[in-house]
């Protein structure tokens, strides 16, 4: 039960996963969206806000960049905006990346189904209740894990430990976005422990002013070193 960034290098291009726009966008974040599909496409469906700006029209593009937040391009399937972020960053214009994916990826959003979740609110109320709080699993990496966390969640590698481990508690699934908890979720369904979902993930939970943990990786990483030394300590003395 792993999870996947969803801000990415390319290039010198940064790319912006569908899911984490979304938040940014509902979060009131600043962000200038810029549209540089044809007019026919953008007229017939475009992002929230978004502004039409044409490749060809480079000058009037780079005017309508904003130094006070982030700029993100968008365009069918990420492929021109990757290029045009790219350019844009090389001349200099910092906070500028495109949408991965593009439209066909905000598009797909809509068509995941849906799963039972929890808002970031309502997991903080239940936490502070002061009873037997929620169990929170957080599926994301090691490393993801270890740099920042809710207070008192904890990783699991598998649905079956998360089976012996929720009891009659409930489990709260939290991954960056909230993507690949849906995915967790799914696979917890088939062993039969039923799960919410974190809306939105950790992003949402730090933007609603959620508390987070922080370090500890090296810590568990030197365990971790210890315990094999002493594993292959075990394994020698077997073998003499």
Not at 46 to 52: K, M, Q, S, W
Not at 65 to 77: L, Q, S
Not at 128 to 137: K, N
């Amino acid at each position: 039960m792993s999870d996947v960034t969803t801000v990415e290098r390319e290039g010198t291009a940064l790319g912006i996963d569908a899911e984490r726009l979304r938040i940014w966008m509902t979060s009131g974040a600043v962000v200038t969206l810029l549209d540089v599909r044809p007019q026919s496409a953008f007229d017939a469906g475009h992002l929230p806000g978004a502004i039409h700006s044409p490749v060809a029209h480079g000058r009037e593009l780079v005017s309508k960049i904003r130094p006070d937040g982030m700029t993100i391009v968008v365009c069918e399937d990420g492929t021109v905006a990757r290029q045009v972020a790219g350019v844009l960053d090389y001349c200099g214009l910092v906070r500028v990346g495109f949408l991965l994916g593009g439209m066909s990826a905000w598009r797909g959003l809509a068509e995941r189904p849906a799963v039972p979740s929890i808002t970031p609110q309502e997991l903080r109320y239940r936490i502070e209740e002061g009873t037997a709080g929620p169990l929170l699993i957080d599926v994301r990496p090691e490393a993801e894990f270890c740099a920042a966390r809710i207070p008192g969640s904890i990783r699991a590698s598998s649905a079956q430990e998360v089976a012996a481990r929720a009891l009659n508690r409930q489990v709260v699934l939290v991954s960056c976005t909230g993507r690949r908890a849906v995915e967790a979720h799914n696979e917890l369904m088939k062993v039969g422990v039923k799960a919410v979902v974190l809306e939105g993930g950790l992003d949402a939970w730090v933007l609603s002013g959620g508390s987070v943990e922080r370090g500890g990786g090296l810590i568990r990483k030197v365990l971790w070193l210890l315990a094999s030394v002493a594993g292959m300590a075990v394994i020698a003395l077997a073998t003499r």
